[in-house]
């Protein structure tokens, strides 16, 4: 599969909320594929799957961890490949303890920071499709068709009388 993105989710608690990111793939029709895999709990099936995924040409890593949130750090510590981290709302901290570990990477590993929950996993949907869309000139048609009509949505709503 060409262009194919990598959602990994380090719980299956997170299935809800990585789901939006798998719609936004759906609607520009990118394939993907959806893991469970924890930086501390399995980082054997981490390595594992990071690894495939480089070998079936996988475009770019969407990572959601809560709490420590260690997930997208590490992937992206093992490839080259463009990570985009999902901070979840999983732990009493809010997600801020996940966004403060997704986010405050050291040099030379970069992870893409997407907001904390589900508005994140809509715009790691986005940010993967764009990645994509470099590549492919079908992805980039949706996308600036997505764009059009986000613009005429606000258009229309600004129209109604409040």
Request: proline fraction near 6%; aromatic fraction near 4%; charged fraction near 25%.
């Amino acid at each position: 599969m060409k262009h194919k993105v990598l959602i990994i989710m380090g719980s299956d608690s997170d299935l809800p909320l990585m789901e939006e990111a798998g719609k936004m793939l759906d609607s520009f029709a990118i394939p993907y594929e959806m893991r469970i895999a924890s930086a501390h709990r399995s980082p054997e099936l981490v390595d594992e799957i990071v690894s495939r995924a480089e070998k079936e040409g996988v475009a770019a890593i969407i990572a959601g961890a809560g709490a420590a949130a260690h997930l997208a750090g590490v992937i992206a510590s093992k490839t080259t490949l463009p990570v985009i981290g999902v901070p979840i709302d999983s732990s009493p901290l809010k997600g801020v303890d996940a966004l403060y570990a997704t986010v405050q990477m050291p040099p030379g590993v970069p992870v893409a920071t997407m907001a904390v929950g589900k508005a994140g996993a809509k715009n790691a949907g986005i940010f993967a499709a764009q990645i994509v869309a470099s590549s492919d000139r079908k992805v980039e048609r949706l996308l600036k068709d997505f764009k059009r009509s986000m613009a005429a949505e606000v258009k229309r709503k600004s129209r109604v009388k409040i």
